[in-house]
């Protein structure tokens, strides 16, 4: 019986390990798992507390898998199987849950590579895990990072400043709490990870070592958001204003998009659907992942209801593909 279980945990890709393993072993399990091509670990992963707390040693059923290091690729939902395994950091200890706006963690620059995002749920949260990496093999320290999570809002932003590549762009993660991510390549260096959460929530995050991970526990926080997530149409999406926002001029429109040829164009039409406002910004990335783009308009006198519209004509029959959100004039 023994031998048929272990055969069956090792046939589920991303699956923890049941069958009683040191924390070390646990950790090689991990490791092989990480969509990283690096096979030459030593599996003595060594957990390391960030300042936020640290995540539990429990183990995570419903587990995904997005992007995988062996391969050139930054399509969405890469490789994304659901298993009856799940994720299992081993070797870290309990940790509170926190609702900080920001903190930070990590040294240097070990880490170049996000070589996959890993997810999975437990009963009362759920894990995102970032998968950092030198090249395509597994860097062995957690570079500097930084953290923003507003507070009330259902974005949780991971920044990156040495990760120049990403084998994976985005993904969802269909879980009660967790909607879906982003890879962008950052306005100034590095790349950073936004997640989106359909509800309020606290967090704890851990630094693992040998191989390099950053993981993220998100657990509801009982409080519904204080603010509206940001939209999400065609190949762009806007995080800055959001929907239902006030504006004046001058405003300033911010996100990432997969546009082609990096094109966004920026328009504001009044409550008879006059065009009022109209700019075109190239995002900094199109082909390797998201890119950010920024902008900021000049608007003539406005009150009342608009609508603000960032996108992109398709090639295919001219019409909008893009994000659609009413707006007020202030």
């Not at 923890?16 to 090689?28: Q, V």
Request: net charge negative; glycine share 12%; aromatic share 6%.
């Amino acid at each position: 019986m023994l031998v048929l279980l272990l055969a069956a945990s090792c046939s589920n890709v991303g699956s923890a390990d049941h069958s009683g393993k040191s924390s070390s072993e646990a950790n090689a399990n991990v490791n092989s798992q990480a969509g990283s091509a690096s096979t030459n670990t030593t599996g003595q992963g060594e957990a390391t507390q960030a300042t936020t707390g640290v995540a539990s040693t429990t183990e995570l059923t419903n587990s995904s898998t997005f992007g995988n290091a062996a391969e050139e690729t930054t399509s969405a939902a890469v490789a994304g199987e659901t298993t009856s395994g799940g994720v299992s950091e081993a070797g870290a200890s309990e940790g509170p849950f926190v609702a900080s706006p920001e903190t930070s963690g990590g040294s240097g620059s070990a880490a170049d590579t996000l070589l996959a995002m890993r997810y999975g749920t437990h009963e009362d949260y759920e894990r995102v895990v970032l998968d950092l990496g030198t090249g395509s093999d597994a860097a062995s320290a957690v570079p500097a990072w930084s953290l923003m999570s507003p507070s009330g809002d259902g974005l949780l932003r991971v920044k990156l400043t040495s990760v120049s590549a990403t084998r994976v762009s985005d993904g969802k993660f269909g879980g009660a709490l967790l909607k879906d991510f982003h890879v962008v390549r950052g306005p100034d260096e590095g790349m950073f990870v936004d997640i989106f959460a359909s509800k309020a929530f606290t967090y704890r995050v851990i630094e693992l070592q040998n191989p390099a991970r950053l993981a993220v526990d998100f657990k509801t926080s009982g409080m519904p958001l204080s603010m509206p997530l940001p939209a999400e149409g065609g190949n762009t999406v806007l995080t800055e204003p959001r929907p239902g926002s006030r504006i004046r001029s001058p405003v300033t429109v911010s996100g990432y998009s997969r546009n082609f040829e990096a094109a966004n164009t920026i328009t504001l039409a009044d409550s008879k659907g006059k065009e009022i406002a109209r700019k075109t910004v190239q995002s900094n990335d199109w082909s390797a992942t998201w890119g950010y783009f920024e902008a900021t308009l000049d608007l003539p006198s406005f009150s009342g209801k608009g609508i603000l519209r960032v996108g992109t004509q398709s090639a295919r029959d001219g019409t909008f593909e893009g994000v659609e959100i009413p707006v007020r004039g202030d």
